[in-house]
């Protein structure tokens, strides 16, 4: 994965972004409710990975939930400093983090897996396992589809899952799927997944 192209990809638009996505109201309802039915109970830190201008790290906090924001744009974490000047964001990659073995709670990836190619997915998944805790909780929001295919996301190159091999990736890196929804497109939105999973013992 071109970690530099895709963080200039966002870099190019990070303003216009941050209008059109940077704030929880502008999340759809049943998104807030799935990912706060599995991470606001974590006890511990829950990183948001990719957390781009930090709404929904902030929408965990408000929750009582210590979240952390990560991204690789400096220009959205800028942001959120400003934004949320009571929250955690930091410059980082989610393929090497900065974190200790089994030291978080939960991570949030919502859309932040969407530019992996196939072949890198499993090694980020990896680092996941590496820092989740025993029984952590991972939430992940990607794009559906019937097969993995790339296709042309109006920042950079993204791919669409199908929510059972996405499943069965996870399962590979050692987590444990424990609910998955699907939205189908709406002729503005492109259909949509989300998956729950716990990280497995040992």
Do not use: N
Request: hydrophobic content about 40%.
């Amino acid at each position: 994965m071109d970690l530099e192209h895709v963080r200039q990809a966002y870099t190019s638009v990070a303003d216009l972004y941050i209008r059109l996505f940077g704030t929880s109201q502008q999340v759809h309802v049943d998104d807030l409710a799935f990912i706060g039915r599995h991470l606001s109970s974590r006890s511990g830190t829950v990183l948001d990975l990719g957390c781009g201008p930090g709404h929904l790290t902030d929408w965990l906090r408000s929750l009582g939930v210590d979240a952390q924001g990560i991204d690789l744009v400096p220009e959205f974490i800028v942001h959120a400093r400003a934004a949320h000047p009571d929250g955690t964001y930091q410059l980082g990659s989610m393929a090497k983090l900065d974190m200790a073995d089994h030291s978080v709670a939960g991570i949030l990836s919502w859309y932040s897996l969407i530019h992996l190619p196939p072949q890198d997915l499993g090694s980020v998944l990896d680092e996941f396992r590496r820092v989740m805790t025993p029984a952590g909780t991972l939430v992940v929001g990607f794009f559906d589809g019937d097969e993995v295919d790339a296709f042309d996301h109006k920042v950079v190159t993204a791919y669409r899952w199908p929510v059972d091999e996405f499943s069965e990736r996870l399962a590979r890196a050692g987590f444990t799927t424990v609910e998955h929804r699907r939205r189908p497109g709406d002729g503005t939105h492109r259909p949509h997944a989300m998956i729950a999973a716990s990280a497995a013992d040992g």
